[in-house]
């Protein structure tokens, strides 16, 4: 090979790295930042005065549901989607070839070691597949891969989320609680690889060079894990104790007109010949 074409070879691999970093922060990890925030305000909710609700909980309830809401009716939010898709499957697919061809660069990462090393590239696969179950069931329809086939919608968002992660109304299924474990994995994996990419981000584009500055942004990107961490580990622990049933009835009550068309539908096809 000649040395135009290693120079060319280098110029796109010098690309394409900083192209997989920037997407893993922008819009990949914005996006996480703001879906954990939404989710884990089943908890911090209860602390919103103005929610359709009296007791804490419900607070909690209806605050999710209104963001929920405001979110699905946000202008230009296909637009939004597909670039957000875009994003996942460029730096997934990038991501699986640098870790299937690539070797360990522990020496270029000083204070990176093997485990975190694997570690960066094994919550990369399960984060993959735990954001594709979670689409695919909860945005897409696919109720077959859930406990007693709930159907997810935003109108409903916190009822159907905890039925998901229940499996039953009435109790914790074991079912329901084999989606919660792998809702916690996933979650867990999604926050660890984005906090200890942003690590490895700053060092690719060249901005911590010396060690003392990897260890000072170290401590800001653990800080910042360590937040998301209890955001998403929350989410799974607030739905998961969840009653359906008053959730159902705080999202009824907020959104009435939704529940009159369903019941409408509902008395035509069963009054039908």
Not at 241 to 253: C, L, Q, Y
């Amino acid at each position: 090979m000649g040395h135009e074409e290693e120079g060319t070879l280098a110029k796109r691999y010098f690309l394409l790295r900083r192209l997989h970093s920037l997407t893993g922060i922008l819009p990949i990890g914005v996006f996480l930042i703001f879906h954990l925030t939404t989710n884990s305000s089943v908890l911090w909710g209860a602390a919103n005065t103005r929610a359709h609700a009296d007791d804490l909980p419900g607070r909690g309830i209806a605050t999710f549901q209104h963001e929920v809401s405001f979110i699905n009716n946000l202008p230009g939010l296909l637009i939004m989607e597909i670039t957000l898709w875009a994003a996942i499957a460029f730096h997934a697919i990038l991501g699986i070839w640098y870790a299937t061809t690539g070797k360990s660069n522990t020496a270029r990462y000083p204070h990176m070691d093997n485990r975190r090393y694997a570690l960066q590239r094994l919550t990369g696969y399960i984060a993959l597949l735990f954001i594709l179950y979670h689409i695919a069931t909860l945005r897409w329809g696919w109720s077959f891969l859930v406990p007693g086939g709930v159907t997810w919608g935003h109108e409903h968002a916190a009822s159907t989320l905890a039925l998901a992660l229940r499996g039953s109304a009435d109790s914790i299924t074991v079912a329901g609680l084999a989606v919660s474990l792998f809702y916690f994995v996933g979650v867990t994996s999604a926050v660890f690889h984005f906090a200890n990419g942003l690590w490895t981000a700053a060092i690719t584009w060249g901005l911590t060079i010396s060690t003392a500055a990897q260890r000072r942004w170290g401590v800001v990107c653990a800080g910042l894990g360590i937040l998301l961490m209890a955001m998403a580990w929350g989410s799974v622990v607030g739905f998961l104790f969840t009653d359906p049933e008053k959730a159902r009835e705080i999202e009824s009550a907020m959104h009435p007109e939704e529940d009159s068309t369903e019941h409408t539908a509902r008395a035509t096809t069963d009054g039908a010949p």
